[in-house]
């Protein structure tokens, strides 16, 4: 049981190893997909992603010096990969946040323009052709639905309305009309 505990633990640092190397190929992956940097958006600047890059391994390291059981140790190593993977997709998408030519990044979310159906898809229609549908609910917040085909509806809190509105008017001027 010793043994299969210290190969499990040294699966669990090669995984955090990779995690953290991970960055880079998610980055130039969405960059891949998302294309030119267009307008920037807010990002809400949130440090709690360095606290799981120093704490997820020290977890790993703790679990191993106190020898603890073999499958609550296990559980403990999930809860800190994943932790760390949390963290990861955080930190890569605060980085990218903002609006590229082919979709955008804002609150953790990377959504593709051609993934996008319908904005507020509960709120009346109005009768000027426009896709975007106003609801007096929606009117004066920096809140915004999409219903996307891939990921369902999706709730995106912009960090102003005029932020909004910028998206928005982008969206009509350069995506609706290609």
Same mark, same amino acid.
């Given at each position: 049981?010793?043994?299969?505990?210290?190969?499990?633990?040294?699966?669990?640092?090669?995984?955090?190893?990779?995690?953290?190397?991970?960055?880079?190929?998610?980055?130039?992956?969405?960059?891949?997909?998302?294309?030119?940097?267009?307008?920037?958006?807010?990002?809400?600047?949130?440090?709690?992603?360095?606290?799981?890059?120093?704490?997820?391994?020290?977890?790993?390291?703790?679990? +191993?010096? #106190?020898?603890?059981?073999?499958?609550?140790? @296990? !559980? &403990? $190593? %999930?809860?800190?990969?994943?932790?760390?993977?949390? *963290?990861?997709?955080?930190?890569?998408?605060?980085?990218?946040?903002?609006? +590229?030519? #082919?979709?955008?990044?804002?609150?953790?979310? @990377? !959504? &593709? $323009? %051609?993934?996008?159906?319908?904005?507020?898809?509960? *709120?009346?229609?109005?009768?000027?052709?426009?896709?975007?549908?106003?609801?007096?609910?929606?009117?004066?917040?920096?809140?915004?639905? @999409?219903?996307?085909?891939?990921?369902?509806?999706?709730?995106?809190?912009?960090?102003?309305?005029?932020?909004?509105?910028?998206?928005?008017?982008?969206?009509?001027?350069?995506?609706?009309?290609?």
């Amino acid at each position: 049981m010793n043994i299969i505990l210290h190969s499990v633990t040294i699966f669990a640092f090669v995984l955090v190893f990779f995690e953290f190397f991970s960055f880079f190929f998610r980055k130039n992956t969405a960059l891949k997909k998302l294309g030119e940097k267009k307008m920037n958006l807010a990002a809400k600047h949130s440090f709690s992603f360095l606290t799981l890059f120093v704490l997820s391994p020290m977890l790993i390291g703790l679990v +191993y010096v #106190k020898k603890i059981d073999f499958f609550p140790s @296990i !559980i &403990l $190593y %999930a809860c800190a990969i994943l932790a760390l993977e949390i *963290a990861m997709r955080d930190f890569t998408t605060k980085k990218l946040q903002g609006i +590229y030519e #082919k979709g955008f990044v804002i609150n953790n979310k @990377i !959504i &593709l $323009y %051609a993934d996008i159906v319908d904005f507020n898809p509960f *709120a009346p229609k109005n009768n000027d052709d426009s896709d975007i549908a106003e609801d007096e609910q929606y009117i004066g917040t920096s809140r915004l639905d @999409i219903a996307t085909e891939s990921k369902g509806l999706i709730f995106v809190d912009f960090s102003s309305t005029d932020e909004k509105d910028q998206f928005l008017d982008f969206y009509k001027n350069h995506i609706s009309s290609t």
